[in-house]
């Protein structure tokens, strides 16, 4: 099953009387990752917001799983109910069911695999962004949208979830949003750096390479240092 591609046309975002984004066109490529980078408060979240369906007037792209910046684990909820949440808000007890083998292999692969009756206050604050994770790779979609998913990792941490999700979204179609040039560089098939009010989108940015890359890859770090030069410097 082949993932759709995604498109925006000439959109206007506008969030709180304040206009994010104005006549903007953007494709981003069936299976494949698309990172889009920018300073906090260009409208990145707006903007994945807008493909999610969730901004008044704009409708879903298709059925997605959306990961928002915070964990949004329900306190009443263990680790593994968490994780299954989709399958219980609709109301699907078979999916559910089949689901919660993937369930518990997603929670062992990012290491909560001895916490699934836990409840989400015992939890770190890493351990709770793990869990989210496992809850949208649950989801098992062909388009993903995930807002800032590794923010709250210590950096090995980060690193292992990296390569974890680019395995398990392999194929897929994700629009991931970062401030981490290096994160985008390792995970994006295609890089895009927003900035301006309203949000504007840079040429497509697509570094050498299968992902995850190498962080330590001499070209990749070349990259991010002109990305953060540009960060700078962008308007």
Request: net charge neutral.
């Amino acid at each position: 099953m082949s993932s759709p591609a995604l498109s925006v046309r000439s959109a206007r975002i506008v969030l709180d009387d304040h206009v994010v984004a104005e006549e903007l066109s953007l494709d981003f490529a069936g299976g494949r990752t698309t990172c889009l980078l920018g300073r906090s408060g260009v409208g990145k979240t707006s903007l994945l917001r807008h493909l999610a369906g969730l901004l008044p007037g704009t409708v879903r792209a298709g059925p997605v799983a959306y990961m928002a910046q915070r964990d949004l684990l329900l306190p009443w909820l263990s680790v593994l109910d968490n994780v299954l949440l989709g399958h219980r808000l609709r109301r699907d007890a078979t999916a559910r069911r089949d689901a919660e083998p993937r369930a518990r292999s997603l929670l062992a692969e990012v290491g909560l695999g001895d916490r699934l009756d836990a409840l989400p206050q015992t939890l770190s604050g890493g351990m709770r962004q793990r869990a989210a994770l496992a809850r949208t790779l649950c989801e098992d979609r062909q388009i993903v949208l995930m807002d800032e998913p590794f923010g709250h990792l210590d950096a090995v941490t980060r690193f292992d979830l990296q390569d974890l999700s680019a395995r398990l979204l392999q194929g897929r179609t994700v629009v991931l949003v970062t401030h981490d040039p290096l994160e985008a560089l390792r995970l994006g098939h295609e890089v895009r750096v927003l900035s301006g009010a309203p949000l504007r989108a840079g040429p497509p940015i697509m570094p050498a390479g299968s992902v995850p890359r190498d962080p330590a890859d001499p070209a990749l770090l070349t990259l991010q240092a002109e990305l953060i030069r540009e960060l700078r410097h962008g308007s």
